[in-house]
């Protein structure tokens, strides 16, 4: 089955600097790589996602790209605020998992110092 | 209504008692999902349910029973649970099989067992 490891798990970055989070997935077949944002005793938020027909999205400060022949997309946060310090989830859609079942990394602590 | 929610916000139970966490969307999603979340760790997904019918048991133990009385309703059991179980349950729901691949969380239940 799919699985996904994400890296790194845990990243400090100055406010304004710029945040890189990496995910990799097995599942060649995967379509879908969401991005959730986590604060803490928060429910997870869909910040940006793409599928697999894209090589990059970009919502304001934050993008993700994708490189299916390597299998690992990135999120991207520029500009970076205090208020991005969270948890970040990545998460990849088996094709065929048609009820819509996602494997979730393991989680990247960014924390944002002013 | 762009949310999913769930009542109660907070839960403490005795291993012997008899509970339920309710989860509602009014979306219109036709798939909804229980997962469950430990402290620093990702949502384990533990039930899918696809219009109404149960469609994904990820070998939760029967201590767990899931219900979707309508598209929009979405319960979960619970009945002799061990401390082990305490965790934050989140409810999810998503367009389902017609596309829409996002997943949308509710705030979730925090629950003790005792």
């Known amino acids: 089955g799919e699985n996904v490891e994400q890296h790194p798990s845990t990243l400090s970055v100055q406010e304004g600097d710029s945040a890189v989070i990496k995910c990799t997935y097995s599942?060649?077949?995967?379509?879908?790589f969401p991005w959730y944002k986590q604060e803490l005793g928060k429910r997870p938020q869909l910040i940006i996602d793409?599928?697999?027909?894209?090589g990059e999205k970009k919502d304001q400060r934050i993008a993700v790209t994708l490189n299916k022949t390597a299998k690992h997309f990135s999120l991207h946060i520029t500009e970076t605020q205090p208020e991005d310090s969270a948890v970040y989830f990545c998460a990849a859609r088996p094709y065929g998992g048609s009820q819509g079942n996602l494997i979730f990394g393991k989680g990247t602590k960014l924390s944002v110092k002013p | 209504d762009t949310e999913v929610t769930q009542t109660p916000k907070h839960l403490v139970m005795g291993m012997t008692n008899k509970k339920s966490l309710k989860c509602e969307q009014h979306m219109g999603h036709r798939a909804m999902y229980w997962y469950k979340q430990k402290a620093k760790k990702p949502p384990e997904l533990m039930f899918v349910y696809s219009y109404e019918k149960l469609s994904i048991n990820e070998s939760v133990p029967s201590r767990f029973s899931p219900e979707c009385p309508n598209s929009s309703l979405l319960n979960l059991h619970l009945h002799a649970l061990q401390p082990e179980d305490s965790a934050l349950y989140l409810c999810?729901?998503?367009?389902?099989?017609?596309?829409?691949?996002?997943?949308?969380f509710g705030p979730g239940t925090r629950l003790t067992v005792t």
């Open positions: 793409i599928r697999s027909n894209v």
């Open positions: 599942d060649s077949a995967s379509n879908y």
């Open positions: 999810a729901s998503s367009q389902g099989d017609r596309g829409g691949y996002e997943q949308y």
